[in-house]
C-alpha cells in the first residue's frame, strides 16, 4: 500500500462521513475504515500498512475532528501498543477502539512508593482465587487516574522467585470496588498525577495480559513504546516548545540581549538536529529496520524541553505565575499555558517514562554494550529483598 | 527524501573501508605525517579503482554522475581513518568550483590523472568568501598571497577565485610555502602568485563553492567522531581499573551514552545536508557536527588515560582533525550567526521584524 492508495481510502472514507457531523461518531466510521493507525491490523484500526503512511492520513483529515492527544496520551503511547503485542483477539476487539476514540481513557499503574526506577521490585500482590485475582497495593505518580476507565497494572503473583520472574500484567478496571485514587498536588499546583490504592480489587482472568510470570517481558514492550511516544513524536522545524519561545521572541525586540541571542541559537540548532534524528529513527521504523536509537530519544527530548523552557522563562522576565489554584488537570497542557508553567512542568520530562539517569544507563549497557552495573538482587527471592 | 543511506552508499562505503583497511591504517598515517603527510598512491587507488575523485562530476564530463550523498559517505570513511587525500580540497572544492565552467580539467580530475587545490583560505566561510585571499589579474597574470590553504601542498593545479572568475594556475608557476599546521593530516599552506600565468576558465560563484564544502564537511566530522566514539567504547571496555572494566564505572557510561546521543544528531543533520544542502541545512550541520566532532574527540583523549596523550595513540590525529574542521568552512558561531538571519531569530540590534 503507497501514499496514493492511502489516499484514495480518505476520499472513499470521506464521501460517505460527514466531518460536520457527530464528533464521536466521524471518530468511530475514521476507526473502522482503517484510518485510526494505518500500521494496525485490518478490523483493529489500521491497514495493515507501513507506519510512515500515517502521516499522509493525518494531513489529508487535518480539518476534521480529532483524538485528544494529550489525554489520550498513555492510552495511545502504550496501552494501546502491548494490547496489539500481547493481548488476545477479545481483548483487542474490546479494548482498541474506545481507546482510540477516547471514549475510554487509559492511565498506567506502574510505579510504587519502593519501587520506582527499580520498577521489578513493585510489591503490588495479585492473587489467583478461581477465575479471579485478587489484588492488594498502593500505586503512585498514576497521571490521569482520576478520569481514567482503564489502567495497565503489573503486579506481583510470585514472591518466592527473583524480583522479575514473579511479575503478572493485567487490564485493571478502574471502576471496579477496592480502586480508590486521591489526587497528589504537583511542583505546577494542579493534580496531573495521583495516588492509586487498591484493596480487594478482583479482576477476572480474562483481564490478564500475557502468561502469569511473563508480566516484565510484557511491561518491556509498554516502557519501550512509552520512550518513544514521550521521545519521538514528529515536529516541524521551529515547532514544538521553540515555537512559543520564539513567538516570544519576536513579538518583544526590547527584551531580547546579545547573550540570550547566542544561547537561543545554539537551542536552535539542538532542536533541529534533535528533530531530524527523530525523522530518520521514525524513517528507520517504517523500513523496518529496528534502530537502538528509540531511548535516546526520550533522553535528548527531556534535556532540550527543559533548556528551552528555562531559556522563555529567563527571556521574559516576568516574575508572575499563570494560575496556582490546585485543581485536577484535564491533560498536560504545554501550548495553552505560560512559561512558568511550562517550565516547572518540564522538569518531569527526565523523570516520567524512566528518569535520565535510567535511559543512559539503558543506552550505555544495550546500545553501546558496556558492562552493567554490579547486580546485588539477580538471584535472590524477591521476598528476600532487603525494603 | 531520505535521511537513511541507499543500498549503492552503503556498497561504495564497504569498498572505501576495505581498501582504507588495507592501506590506511593508524600506524601507517602516523608514520607519514611528519615527513610527506598526503599519500597519493592511496588517492590514485581510490581515484582509479574506486572512482571517488569523479563523484560529483557528471557522466559526459568524463566522471561518475553521482551526487552529494555518495560524496558524504566517501568522506565518512575518510574522517574515520584521517586518511591524508585530498578528496575534500580537490574532488568536492576544486571539483565543484569548476563544475560550472565544464572545463576540461574535470575530466583530469575525474580520472585522478590530476589534482587540483581551491586556492582559498579552509578558514572562509559561505558569508566571508574572502576571507585571507588577497589575489589581482593583470593581463592574464596573477599576483598576491592566500592564507591557509589546504590541499595545496598535493596540488598540481590551483583553482584561483578573483573577482567572481576562476582562474587555473599550474602549481609550478606558484609558490606553496607549508609551515606546521594543526592538522598533520591535512596541512595548510601560503600560496603566492607572483604574476603568474592564468588560464581563464570561467565564473566562479565562491560562496555557493564553500557552503557544498561545509555541507559535505559535516559527513567528514561525523566519521571522526564515531571513530572517536567506538575506539573509545573499545578500550573502556577492556582496561580494567580497580578490578573492574573501566567502561562499567556510570560516570564513565553516561558519557558515552550523552555522546551517542550527540553523534546519532550529527549523523541525522549529516544526511539532512547532503540530501538538502540548502543554506539552513547546512548551517545546522556545521554548527552541530563540527562541535560533536572536538567534543569526541576531546572525550576519547581524556578516557584514554595517559596513553591519550602519546604521540603513538592516534586518538591526537583525530583531535587535531576535529579542532582544526571546527574552524574550516565557517566555525559554529560563523554558521549559528548564519542562522539568525536564515531562520528569523533576530539579534538585539535586529529590531523590528
Ligand atoms: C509527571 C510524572 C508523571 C508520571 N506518571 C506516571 C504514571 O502515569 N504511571 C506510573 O506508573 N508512573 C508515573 N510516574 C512515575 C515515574 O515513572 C517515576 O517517578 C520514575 O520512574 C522514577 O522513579 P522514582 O520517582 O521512584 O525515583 P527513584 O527511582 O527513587 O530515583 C531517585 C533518583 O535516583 C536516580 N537513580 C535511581 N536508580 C539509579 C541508578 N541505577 N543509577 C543512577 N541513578 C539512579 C534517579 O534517576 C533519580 O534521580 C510519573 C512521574 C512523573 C514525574
Redesign the interface.
Known amino acids: 500500500m503507497n501514499e496514493a492508495d492511502i489516499k484514495q481510502r480518505v476520499a472513499e472514507f470521506l464521501a460517505g462521513h460527514d466531518p460536520a457531523g457527530d464528533r464521536l461518531e466521524f471518530l468511530r466510521a475514521r476507526f473502522d475504515a482503517g484510518l485510526a493507525w494505518v500500521w494496525f491490523p485490518e478490523g483493529l484500526g489500521g491497514l495493515g500498512a507501513s507506519r510512515e503512511l500515517q502521516q499522509v492520513v493525518e494531513r489529508e483529515l487535518a480539518d476534521t475532528p480529532q483524538i485528544n492527544g494529550g489525554k489520550q496520551g498513555i492510552g495511545l503511547g502504550m496501552a494501546a501498543p502491548t494490547i496489539l503485542a500481547f493481548g488476545t483477539e477479545e481483548q483487542k476487539r474490546r479494548f482498541l477502539r474506545p481507546l482510540w476514540t477516547g471514549e475510554e481513557i487509559w492511565c498506567q499503574l506502574f510505579s510504587e512508593p519502593g519501587a520506582g526506577s527499580d520498577l521489578a521490585t513493585l510489591a503490588t500482590r495479585a492473587v489467583r482465587d478461581g477465575d479471579e485475582w485478587v489484588v492488594d497495593g498502593q500505586k503512585v505518580w498514576t497521571s490521569g487516574a482520576h478520569h481514567a476507565r482503564w489502567a495497565i497494572l503489573v503486579t506481583r503473583t510470585d514472591p518466592e522467585v527473583p524480583k522479575h520472574r514473579g511479575l503478572t500484567y493485567f487490564v485493571c478496571d478502574m471502576n471496579a470496588p477496592g480502586v480508590e485514587v486521591r489526587p497528589l498536588r504537583q511542583i505546577t499546583g494542579e493534580a496531573e498525577f495521583n495516588e492509586v490504592f487498591l484493596t480487594g480489587v478482583r479482576l477476572s482472568d480474562d483481564l490478564r495480559l500475557g502468561e502469569v510470570g511473563d508480566g516484565w517481558r510484557v511491561a518491556q514492550t509498554t516502557l519501550m513504546n512509552e520512550r518513544v511516544a514521550i521521545g519521538g513524536a514528529p515536529t516541524r522545524?521551529?515547532g514544538g516548545v521553540m515555537a512559543a519561545v520564539?513567538d516570544a521572541?519576536?513579538e518583544r525586540?526590547e527584551l531580547?540581549?546579545?547573550d540570550l541571542?547566542?544561547r537561543?541559537?545554539?537551542l536552535?540548532?539542538?532542536a533541529?538536529?534533535?528533530r531530524?534524528?527523530g525523522?530518520?529513527l521514525r524513517?528507520?521504523l517504517a523500513?523496518g529496520q529496528p534502530g537502538p536509537?528509540g531511548s535516546?530519544m526520550k533522553?535528548?527530548f527531556a534535556k532540550l524541553n527543559q533548556a528551552l523552557t528555562g531559556f522563555d522563562v529567563e527571556f521574559n522576565r516576568d516574575l508572575g505565575y499563570d494560575d496556582w489554584t490546585f485543581r485536577r488537570s484535564e491533560d498536560v497542557d504545554f501550548f495553552g499555558r505560560g512559561p512558568g508553567y511550562r517550565y516547572l512542568r518540564a522538569k518531569g520530562n527526565s523523570i516520567e517514562g524512566g528518569t535520565s539517569?535510567i535511559?543512559?544507563?539503558i543506552?550505555?549497557?544495550r546500545?553501546?554494550?558496556?558492562?552493567?552495573?554490579?547486580r546485588v538482587d539477580k538471584d535472590v527471592p524477591w521476598k528476600d529483598l532487603p525494603r | 527524501m531520505?535521511?537513511?543511506y541507499t543500498e549503492i552508499e552503503e556498497e561504495l562505503r564497504a569498498s572505501v573501508r576495505a581498501l582504507l583497511a588495507d592501506r590506511c591504517p593508524p600506524a601507517a598515517v602516523i608514520e607519514r605525517v611528519e615527513s610527506e603527510p598526503a599519500d597519493l598512491d592511496l588517492w590514485k587507488t581510490l581515484a582509479g579503482e574506486i572512482g571517488v575523485a569523479g563523484l560529483l562530476i557528471p557522466e559526459e564530463l568524463g566522471g561518475a554522475g553521482a551526487g552529494p550523498g555518495e560524496a558524504g559517505v566517501v568522506l565518512e570513511e575518510l574522517g574515520r581513518a584521517v586518511a591524508p587525500v585530498p578528496f575534500l580540497t580537490s574532488a568536492v572544492l576544486a571539483t565543484r568550483a569548476l563544475l560550472p565552467t565544464r572545463d576540461a580539467l574535470l575530466g583530469e580530475l575525474a580520472e585522478g590523472r590530476r589534482t587540483a587545490a581551491l586556492a582559498v583560505s579552509f578558514a572562509a566561510s559561505p558569508y566571508r568568501p574572502q576571507r585571507g585571499s588577497a589575489v589581482r589579474a593583470e593581463g592574464g597574470r596573477l599576483s598576491g598571497t592566500v592564507t591557509g590553504v589546504a590541499g595545496a601542498d598535493a596540488a598540481d593545479v590551483l583553482l584561483v577565485p578573483v573577482d567572481g572568475e576562476l582562474y587555473a594556475v599550474e602549481a609550478a608557476a606558484a609558490v606553496v610555502t607549508a609551515g606546521p599546521s594543526l592538522d598533520l593530516t591535512r596541512p595548510v599552506a601560503t600560496v603566492t602568485f607572483d604574476r603568474a600565468e592564468a588560464r581563464h576558465a570561467g565564473a566562479c560563484d565562491l560562496a555557493a563553492v564553500l557552503r557544498l564544502g561545509a555541507a559535505l564537511l559535516a559527513s567528514e566530522q561525523l566519521g571522526v567522531a564515531e571513530w572517536c566514539l567506538e575506539t573509545t567504547?573499545g578500550y573502556?571496555?577492556e582496561r580494567h581499573q580497580f578490578a573492574?572494566?573501566v567502561?562499567?564505572f556510570?560516570a564513565?557510561?553516561?558519557r558515552?551514552?550523552?555522546l551517542?546521543?550527540d553523534v546519532?544528531?550529527?549523523?541525522?543533520?549529516a544526511?539532512?545536508a547532503v540530501a538538502d544542502p540548502s543554506a539552513v541545512s547546512v548551517a545546522?550541520a556545521q554548527?552541530?557536527n563540527a562541535g560533536v566532532a572536538v567534543r569526541v574527540a576531546e572525550e576519547a583523549l581524556q578516557l584514554h588515560g595517559g596513553i591519550g596523550m602519546t604521540w603513538e595513540h592516534p586518538v591526537h590525529l583525530y583531535l587535531k582533525r576535529a579542532k582544526s574542521s571546527e574552524i574550516a568552512l565557517g566555525t559554529p558561531g560563523d554558521h549559528?550567526?548564519a542562522?539568525?538571519s536564515l531562520?528569523?531569530?533576530?539579534?538585539?540590534e535586529?529590531?523590528?521584524?
Open positions: 522545524r521551529g520564539l521572541w519576536r525586540p531580547r540581549t546579545h541571542h547566542q537561543l541559537l545554539s536552535w540548532v539542538e533541529e538536529a534533535t531530524l534524528s525523522a530518520r524513517e528507520q523500513a536509537e535516546g533522553l535528548s539517569e535511559l543512559r544507563n543506552v550505555a549497557e546500545v553501546l554494550g558496556l558492562p552493567s552495573e554490579p | 531520505t535521511l537513511l567504547l573502556v571496555k573492574r572494566p567502561g562499567s556510570q564513565i557510561k553516561h558515552l551514552a550523552d551517542w546521543l546519532v544528531r550529527a549523523r541525522a543533520a544526511r539532512n545546522v554548527a552541530w549559528r550567526a542562522l539568525a531562520v528569523g531569530v533576530p539579534g538585539p535586529g529590531g523590528e521584524q
